[in-house]
């Protein structure tokens, strides 16, 4: 192989490795993703939890329950209640908000699935 050829495979190689990085830099440091407007259900367990929270609290304010179906029909379209009974019944484990408890139990015996831990929880409901 010839020296230019040498001279060449290196630049170029110099040159990929140079502009790897660069684009790396420039997609993770300076021009991060930043994302708006995001599903639900892509979100992080934390951020998960405060819109289930939410969306129990919406309906304890408005009463509008086929509003809070459709809400948590975009974690789980399939059974929208069970996000609100396993964050409650995971709040009962770690001594979480009673008040956020409360909300979460009524909203689950409004969409008919209730749990016998959540049953003291159903002030003035049957």
Partial sequence: MSEWAQ?????????AVMGL????????????????NTAPNVLRQ???????????????????????RERLKLLDPEEPAAPVIK??????????????VTHLARLAWALG??????TPYLEGQP
């Fill in 21 to 36: 990085a660069l684009g790396f830099a420039a997609g993770w440091w300076l021009w991060p993703v930043q994302y708006t």
């Fill in 7 to 15: 001279r060449w495979g290196m630049w170029a190689a110099i040159g």
């Fill in 87 to 100: 964050l409650a019944e995971r709040l009962l484990e770690v001594s979480g908000s009673a008040e956020d």
């Fill in 113 to 118: 699935a209730t749990t016998p831990t959540l």
């Fill in 46 to 68: 934390d951020y998960h939890d405060d819109y289930v929270v939410m969306v129990a609290t919406a309906y304890e304010v408005e009463g509008d329950l086929e509003q809070a």
